[in-house]
């Protein structure tokens, strides 16, 4: 992957150069939180920002949209006027989020509604520094190989740009006095050493490798009608996480005028009408089986069919929960380590 460098004072220079790639969003700090926003002053991007309150999804799949407008001629979907975006910010562990995303909508059936958002998103990624939430080293979700068109690492005076895209090519070609292509031994050593001084930073090392297999054995563990039964079902943990995908349809008709649009919301599998059916028979009735649901999906089902845990360590969940179950929480009590409850 090519590499080239920017000084830091340069950042800015770099952001208004790349503006005809898309509007700009990144990270902004709104009380003691994060929020991804869009920028309209460079300024206020907060480059000491880990994780936003709600991740990257918001804007490939928003909170609610309408997905088509139909009257009693036929329907159009409504797919057109998305903007180019470009995100700023990313950390690893979110950009592994949006891997995951990706493979999750371009199964069988390819969803357009993600993919036509998805298509107009360019990614950049920058460096990042664990707190005491991040597991990321956990999940192998520290360091981001793939799935960003640009990745700044911040090594104080100056930021390595990593080329992963000709999107990012064309970025970097945007401005090339601010870039520079010499990378030099020096700065190899500088980013040695940060690798160095991040890595000791990590402080969780729970193993995940083995939770498929102790998700299977668990079944019927009695941790499940324990946590079911302080499970506030507010669905929270699923809002924040970057890797929850879930939604629900429905129309909006408007009676007198045959026509009307069908909607497309977030959803949970921790609220009770999930799993509710037809004639109002619910097949996971209990917080304790909705938890068991969510967990599975992320620890042993999203394993079988796409090889890796649907979690990347981002600590949202860990930092959400008004009842502090969580899926770090819940890792250790699986594999039999104490946990404060
Ligand atoms: S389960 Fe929790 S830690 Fe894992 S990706 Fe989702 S919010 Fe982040
Ligand atoms: S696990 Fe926590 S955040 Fe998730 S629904 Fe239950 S109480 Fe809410």
């Given at each position: 992957m090519r590499a080239v460098k920017i000084k830091r004072e340069n950042l800015s220079g770099f952001l208004k150069a790349i503006e005809p790639f898309g509007e700009l969003w990144g990270p902004v700090k709104k009380g003691d939180q994060f929020s991804l926003d869009k920028i309209s002053d460079y300024s206020e991007i907060d480059l000491t920002a880990l994780r936003t309150k709600i991740p990257f999804k918001k804007l490939l799949l928003p909170p609610k949209f309408s997905m088509f407008s139909f009257d009693e001629?036929?329907?159009?979907?409504?797919i057109e006027d998305i903007p180019n975006r470009v995100i700023f910010g990313l950390h690893p562990c979110d950009i592994h989020g949006l891997n995951i995303m990706d493979a999750f909508h371009n199964q069988q059936y390819p969803d357009a509604f993600y993919n036509a958002r998805r298509s107009k998103i360019a990614v950049i990624g920058l460096s990042c520094t664990p707190d005491e939430l991040c597991f990321c080293k956990t999940t192998n979700t520290h360091y981001a190989e793939k799935g960003f068109d640009l990745f700044?690492?911040?090594?104080?005076?100056?930021?390595?740009?990593?080329?992963?895209?000709?999107?990012?090519?064309?970025?970097?070609?945007?401005?090339?006095?601010?870039?520079?292509?010499?990378v030099t031994p020096e700065d190899l050593k500088k980013y040695i050493e940060w690798r160095r001084k991040r890595e000791s930073k990590?402080?969780?090392?729970?193993?995940?490798?083995?939770?498929?297999?102790?998700?299977?054995?668990?079944?019927?563990?009695?941790?499940?009608?324990?946590?079911?039964?302080?499970?506030?079902?507010?669905?929270?943990?699923t809002i924040v996480c970057p890797t929850c995908p879930c939604f629900n349809?429905?129309?909006?008709?408007?009676l007198n005028e045959d026509k009307g649009e069908r909607y497309r919301q977030w959803d949970s599998c921790l609220f009770k009408e999930y799993s509710m059916v037809a004639g109002g028979h619910n097949f996971r009735e209990s917080r304790a089986q909705r938890l068991k649901l969510r967990f599975t999906h992320k620890l042993q089902a999203f394993v079988g069919a796409f090889g890796e845990p649907a979690c990347v360590g981002c600590g949202r969940c860990v930092d959400t929960c008004p009842v502090d179950i969580d899926i770090k929480s819940v890792g250790l009590r699986l594999i039999g380590e104490e946990v404060m409850a």
């Open positions: 001629k036929g329907y159009k979907p409504n700044f690492t911040d090594l104080g005076d100056i930021f390595v740009i990593w080329v992963g895209s000709s999107l990012g090519d064309d970025m970097v070609r945007e401005c090339p006095e601010l870039i520079d292509e010499n990590f402080k969780s090392d729970m193993d995940f490798t083995g939770m498929p297999s102790i998700m299977e054995l668990s079944w019927d563990a009695s941790i499940w009608e324990e946590l079911g039964e302080k499970c506030l079902s507010c669905g929270a943990c349809v429905f129309d909006e008709v408007e």
